[in-house]
């Protein structure tokens, strides 16, 4: 779970406000897709409860990944500006808190603070799922881990305090869902 709150724990307070303030609580029931390979998406999404399967249809719908609790979806589209290279299914009954594409944008070319905040943790980790997936797919034994094993270092550990509290205090304010 630490590489999918280091988006939360590098942003400031004004920022996960501002993330409050802008995004979208939606439910999905189990089986509902939240994102459909090949079409266009207008939000990115932080998974608040559930999990969620990820298919390829380049390889025969396969599963290639589980999503849960805190993770990022959407992020390469994002940062792309390109369709969804995989689609996103609820596999049980979940929430998501969804942060509007054009908002973001906008957001992101007038503050150059909360843009360097966000894609500092954004190239974070998408730079260590990269580093997973080639692991993975190599057979090659990962050298340190990922961010998920990180060794003890008080910075880190501060930080992704900050962020599982930032989580928490979401999941209260929509009721615990």
């Known amino acids: 779970m630490k590489k999918s709150l280091y988006i939360l724990a590098e942003l400031s307070d004004r920022d996960f406000e501002w993330l409050l303030t802008n995004g979208q609580h939606r439910h999905l029931a189990a089986g509902q897709m939240l994102i459909q390979e090949g ?7 932080l998974i608040l409860t559930g999990t969620f399967a990820v298919c390829v249809q380049a390889l025969g719908n396969r599963e290639v ?3 849960s609790v805190g993770e990022l979806v959407g992020e390469m589209s994002f940062v792309e500006d390109r369709p969804p290279s995989a ?4 596999l049980e009954d979940a929430s998501v808190w969804a942060i509007p594409r054009l908002m973001l944008t906008a957001k992101l070319s007038q503050d150059v ?3 360097s905040h966000f894609y500092r943790a954004l190239s974070i980790l998408l730079s260590d799922r990269l580093r997973s997936t080639v692991t993975r797919l190599g057979g090659v034994p990962e050298q340190d881990g990922g961010l998920d094993d990180l060794p003890p270092n008080s910075k880190i550990l501060d930080s992704l305090d900050i962020a599982q509290v930032r989580l928490a205090w979401l999941l209260n304010q929509l009721g615990g869902v």
């Open 113 to 115: 603070g909360f843009a």
């Open 87 to 90: 689609t996103v299914q609820a």
């Open 65 to 67: 990944a589980h999503i």
């Open 39 to 45: 079409e266009s998406i207008d939000a990115l999404y």
